[in-house]
Structure formats: C-alpha cells, structure tokens
C-alpha cells in the first residue's frame, strides 16, 4: 500500500506594495539577477549641479513654488541660448581689428628710389628710322634724309626695345650731383629699370644688400640734383597716346621686393623747385581667410615669373603681360618674360588698347590679393623754390648754362626718414574660438550655473535611460518560464528511498521546484507568493 508524506512549505509575504512595484520586472527566482535599475528623473534632479532643476522635480504635486521655479529655470535658459546663439554668430562673422604700435630701431633699410623723365623719347638721339616707325606713337611726320616727306622710304625692322634704351633720358647727362647720408654718389649706383614711361633709373634696388640710414632728418637721406633736359622734349604735331604736356620727373618709392608701378603709384616733382620728401615706413600686417583676403605665403611655392617674391605691382604687371600676349602675340618693352617684344605699329594698333582695358577691367579679370606681409611708405612732401639770383648766377657758370636754362631744368630732391622708426600696423582676431567658448562658458554659469561636467551628467543620464530601455525589450522578446502552482507538495516514497526530503529540496536553488515531484495535496490547496523566501519547512 503506498504512503504519501504530506510536506507544508510556507513563505513569508513581501510587502504588498513592494510586490505591485516589481512585479514584470523579475520573472522568477531562477533567473539572473536584474541590473540595477536606471535613476529616474526626480533622483537625478536632486544629485545633478544644474541649478534649479532640484526645485522643479522634488518630491510631492507640483505647486506654486515647483511652477516659479520652472519659469525661472526656463527663463533663465532662453537668456542662454540666446547669448549663446549672438556669441557663435558673432564668431562665424570672422571680425577683426586692427592694431596700430610705433618701433623706434637704431637703423633702418632706406627704401627703393626710382625716378623716370617724363618725356620718353630724346628727340635728338631719334634717328629717321626711329621716327618714321614712331611715327604713330609720337606724332612726329616721317621724312627721309633731306627733310623731305617720306613716300617710298624703306627702313629695316625696328626693334623697341634698343629704340627705348637708346633714345630715353640718360642719367649720366641728367644727374648733376648725388649725397647719400653724407656720402657722394654716382650713376653707378642707379640701375636701369624700364617702366611706362620708358627708361627709368633706381637707387637702391638690390634687395640682397640694401642701404641703410643710421639718423633721421634732411641732409641724412638720398639728395640728388637733376636736369630734366627740356630742350630733348619732342615737338608736338598732333596729339597721340604718348603725348605729354608736362615737363619734370615722376617718383616712386617703395621696397626692394617690388617693382616700380610708377605710372599710378608715383608723384611728379616740377623742376625750379628743391623737393623735400619725410618719409615714415609703414609695416603692415594682414589675415587672411577667413578674417581677411590676404595672400598667405606658403615655404617653397612657386612665385610670379620674372619676379623674386610676390606683390601687388608684380601681380598687375604680370596679368597686363597675358593680357598683352593673349591678344597681340608679343609683350611691351618695360613687361617682363621671353616673349618676342612688340613692335611701334603693334604698341598703338593693340598693345595700348588691350593694356588700357586690362587697367580698366583689372578688378574683373586679374585677382591680385594684398600679400599678408607688406611695406610701404607714408610721404609729406614740401618744396621751395631755387634757384635764387646769386645761385642762379653760380650754377650757369658752373654747368656752362644760362641762367633760364637752370630756372627751367634744374631740380633738387630730397628723400628721407623723419625719424628711425615705424609704425606696425596689424590686423587681429577680434574674436577667436578661445573667446567663444569663454563668452558661453561665462552665460552658462551665469544664467543655469552649468559647465563641462554638467552637460556629462545629462549625457550620462541619458544613457542609463536608454540602456534601461533596450534591456527591458530584450527580456521580453524571451520566452517565460513556468511558475510553481502551488505552496504544498507531495512526495512518493519510491522517490525518497535513499534521501531526506529535507536534503532533497535543500539542494534546489531557492524558490525552484521540479512539479513533478511533489503532487499537489487536494486538501491544502493554498497558493503563496513564488518570490518569497522559506519561513518554515516541515516533512
């Protein structure tokens, strides 16, 4: 006859409200154990360093207090963002300033000097040849050798480039006296540089060794004493292109690493006059993109053809030689490159007229940009005049001329610094990235008390938040277990014959039972809670 043990487990009950509170989220006893839950808003609210919000999401209904401190916590965010929002278009606007210093320095390097007559041609060094081929550029009838008017006269090809060195104003016969710094001068230290307006001389253009000035003032610059040679001014027979009504020298002064630009850039000095020209260097400074449209220069790029380093003037002359070249097959004279030089007919018939639209439309069709690094040189010019009578007289007999002749001819001019130093003239960020993060980083602690860390903490948050999230979606996608019916179980003595029911079920994880082995007793059918813990277990 079989025997059945009767054996009562009873488990003590949780807390009716703590059940309600994690039920669904533990499925059994035989499960891992869940991670620990994320926090939620009210705890992170207590324990975040953003100020306010602590008040908002406290414990209990929102009231009247709760609600002022939202619409503080709001308020005082929208100041925020919207500061934030000026600063970071404020920064986009790349702004800059502009910052003016003044240096003094024992020496300074005494600029480039170049001076040009501004009659072309000598009309005495013009040969019939010269003439009949300018013919068109100065105005002047072709004629053969007796006077006569030119019919069948045959010439050979001219060549403009001699036709230019040979018949411009030479420096020997125009420089009467030359001082620098107290030193004597001579032609010799003038090279030739061709220009506009023909053959043109510069003092101090090598920019390997440059001269320099140890002392301010006149007397401790470059002087010179020119005759403008009046006399070889060509006639005028009827106006052209290179017609010129007036009588003196143009001036330019600039640095040994650019070319003269003389025809725009210089300044015309009268002759009957002593010409005083204070100079002040200027070194300026400039950003480029995207705080300014400076050129930038980069180590081992390629520079302008014909030129050392790049400049402005270098720039235009060498967009007016493509110019040239594009539309006449041939470059001018004071151009540089290889190109074959164009001749008298091709300088009126194209040159002129493609190197006029080319000035015109240089802002169109050449792009020339300020180079980040430039000097240039501020000028104050005065002038007296000479000679006077006594002078007059002396400087006839010196240089075996008539005393209107000196009064017509004769000028002096005198360059030089007002004082050894400069003026720095510099472009500067007004707003760079170091003074948008502190602008923001000031209105954030200012307006929300927050910082770095605190835009951490919400980022932390929002992590926990969405790991909790995912993890609860894969728990449920499982399959789920099955439960224990019941809370009383029986057991067959066939199935107990070499062990205790108290060692049998001890050895069972706590709260897992096989239901096989226990049948439920019908007459204590009583269900408990499967997550409770054993109070009392009795065989």
Known sequence: ???????????????????????????????????????DLATFASTSTLH???HICGSGQLGVRQTLWAFAFLASLAFFLYQAAKSALLYLEHPHVVALDEEAIREMVFPAITIC?????????????????????????????????????????????????????????????????????????????????????????DRRNPRVTRQGGMGNGLEIMLDIQQ????????????????????????SQDEPPYIHQLGFGVSPGFQTFVSCQEQRLTYLPQPWGNCRASVQG???LPGYDTYSIAACRLQCEKEAVVRSCHCRMVHMPGNESICSPNVYIECADHTLDAAVEDSQERCSCPTPCNLTRYGKEISMVRIPNKG??????????????YIRENFLVLDIF???????????????????????????????IGASILTILEILD??????????????????????????????????????????????????GAYNSGILPNHHHHRHHYPHQGVFEDFAC
Not at 118 to 145: E, V, W
Not at 173 to 196: A, H, I, P, Q, W
Not at 231 to 254: D, M
Not at 463 to 485: A, C, G, H, T
């Open 1 to 39: 006859m079989p025997i059945e043990i009767v054996c009562k487990i009873k488990f003590a009950e949780e807390d009716e409200k703590q059940k309600e509170k994690e039920e669904g989220d533990k499925e059994s006893l035989i499960e891992e154990p869940a991670r620990p839950r994320s926090r």
């Open 52 to 54: 306010g919000l602590g």
């Open 117 to 205: 007559n501004i009659n072309r041609y000598r009309h005495s060094a013009l040969t019939d040849a010269d003439i009949f081929h300018l013919a068109n550029m100065t105005g002047l009838p072709p004629k053969d050798r007796d006077g006569h008017k030119a019919t069948d006269l045959l010439y050979p090809d001219p060549d403009m480039a001699d036709i230019v060195n040979r018949t411009g104003h030479q420096l020997d016969d125009m420089l009467k006296s030359c001082n620098f710094s107290g030193e004597n001068c001579s032609s010799r230290d003038f090279t030739v540089v061709y220009t506009r307006y023909g053959k043109c001389y510069t003092f101090n253009g």
């Open 231 to 254: 006399e070889e001014y060509l006639p005028i027979w009827r106006e052209t292109n290179e017609t010129s009504f007036e009588a003196g020298i143009r001036v330019q002064i600039h």
């Open 301 to 303: 790029e390629q520079t």
């Open 391 to 404: 002078s007059a007289r002396y400087l006839a007999r010196k240089y075996n001329k008539n005393e209107t």
């Open 417 to 447: 610094f007002e004082a050894l130093n400069y003026e720095a003239i510099e472009q500067k960020k007004a707003y760079d990235l170091a003074g948008l993060l502190g602008d923001i980083g000031g209105q954030m602690g200012l307006f």
């Open 461 to 510: 948050y929002i992590y926990e938040v969405i790991r909790d999230r995912v993890s609860r979606i894969l728990r449920r996608s499982k399959p789920p277990l099955k439960k224990p019916s019941g809370s009383i179980a029986t057991l067959g003595l066939e199935e107990l014959k070499d062990q205790s029911p108290c060692e049998t079920l001890g050895r069972h994880v706590e």
